[in-house]
């Protein structure tokens, strides 16, 4: 027999909705044919089989909710397989919009891999354990020891529910257990019972609470704010547009992602992310910029976002925008990158403070662009400015770094012909 596992579409996926069977018992099974597909915290996913078969069980009826990884889901009888070798799901050929309702910080820049069945926590070399940054946390609050604990994630790595399940042991030195948060119904914190309409989550709202939870106390940060004038942005973009015709029009967004992947050059501290190992400084600017979808909100990425011209950031951000509203993103363009840009201008929107989309080290917070008395020598005019808020993570961009960042962004907004040359 040839097991079928419920793969890991994502490094950070734990579990899934197993949407629909392509397959039925009795039903010849061919390599590379689409068995089934799975709903994880982003879209909707066409898995393939690896091996050959019949499908001699069905373990996990369509529609389930919440199968883990690695979860045995079903089996083929084999044909000229060896008996036993687990038949895992190949990577995601496509992704599909999510059903309504359901359809998400957050965003490690891997890309997508199906995770065979766990084997013995390789705990490592000398003191390294293998454990995800979420498990790592949680045994510092239960006082788990985690060289203590089985890993049941890919190739035996310890993730949360590992720890959660296991019992408390001997707590890093200097660790205190943090509190529990006690959860209260509604009814208990004075909502009347049958007053509200309750909404389940979807697995991508499930992540947003979780990775946005983690990230706002987990991270010490703090905002940076400064006001820019964009008269010349404005006019800079009408001629530019204006020149292009009617296939690109760029935006005040992609000319903010490009003036950010510059500044990040400019300023390589802040394009860092802090690790137990050390300070990561990246190569490229990969700027992930939030959009906005049903559900939730997904961070897709411009790779490499410096070493690209306006014209063809605008043609990348318009493609990845339209694919993550319609579900078809591919996990290796949303997940990962050193930066975000988070715009709510457009909403008219004066200033706001993102939250950390981990392991990024900086979040920059776009307002709207208005009008507003300015002096100017013993002048007061009128200049359209615009406010800006860069969320900083204080482990790696303290407010020297985060202020010279922004000292290098301001003039490349309010000059643009800066950038073009």
């Known amino acids: ?30 390599s590379g044919q689409v068995i089934a597909e799975i709903e994880t915290d982003k879209a909707t996913m066409e898995v393939e089989a690896v091996d050959e078969g019949v499908v001699s069980e069905i373990l996990v009826p369509a529609g389930t909710e919440g199968v883990k990884v690695n979860a045995l889901i079903a089996r083929l009888k084999d044909e000229g397989a060896a ?25 490690a820049p891997v890309a997508p891999t199906t995770v065979a069945s766990a084997p013995a926590a390789p705990k490592a070399s000398g003191d390294r354990v293998f454990a995800s940054p979420l498990a790592k946390r949680l045994a510092v609050q239960k006082g788990v020891d985690l060289k203590a604990v089985a890993g049941s994630g890919p190739h035996g790595r310890i993730i949360a529910r590992d720890v959660e399940q296991a019992k408390p042991g001997v707590a890093p030195a200097g660790a205190a257990p943090a509190p529990q948060r006690q959860a209260l119904s509604l009814e208990q914190m004075g909502i009347a019972p049958g007053s509200y309409d309750l ?59 490009r003036a950010a992947a510059l500044a990040l050059k400019k300023v390589p501290e802040a394009n860092a992310s802090y690790t137990a190992e050390g300070i990561a400084m990246h190569k490229h600017a990969d700027i992930a910029m939030a959009v906005a979808i049903d559900g939730g909100l997904i961070t897709p990425i411009i790779r490499a976002a410096e070493t690209k011209g306006l014209v063809q950031i605008s043609k990348e951000s318009k493609d990845l925008a339209e694919r993550a509203r319609t579900g078809k993103l591919k996990p290796e363009e949303y997940q990962g990158g050193t930066f975000s840009v988070s715009n709510l201008g457009m909403f008219g929107i004066k200033s706001f403070a993102s939250i950390i989309n981990e392991p990024q080290g900086a979040i920059l917070s776009v ?38 960042w922004l000292q290098a962004f301001k003039p490349l907004i309010e000059d643009p012909i800066v950038m073009l040359a």
């Open 367 to 404: 307002g709207a662009g208005e009008k507003r008395a300015v002096v100017r020598g013993d002048q007061i005019v009128a200049a359209t400015v615009m406010t800006v808020t860069l969320t900083c993570d204080h482990r790696v961009v303290d407010g020297a770094i985060g202020a010279r």
């Open 83 to 107: 008996a036993g070798k687990p038949a895992l799901a190949a990577p995601p050929v496509k992704a599909e919009a999510p059903p309504a309702p359901k359809s998400e910080a957050a965003p």
């Open 1 to 30: 027999m040839t097991d079928i596992l419920m793969p890991a579409l994502s490094p950070t996926m734990e579990e899934g909705n197993l949407a629909k069977w392509r397959i039925k018992v009795g039903d010849k099974v061919e």
């Open 199 to 257: 909404v389940p989550l979807s697995n991508m709202r499930k992540t947003i609470a979780r990775r946005l939870t983690e990230s706002f106390r987990d991270i010490p940060h703090f905002p940076l704010s400064i006001d820019l004038e964009i008269d010349r942005l404005l006019e800079a973009r009408q001629r530019i547009n204006g020149s292009l015709g009617n296939d690109v029009r760029v935006s005040v967004n992609d000319i903010v992602i």
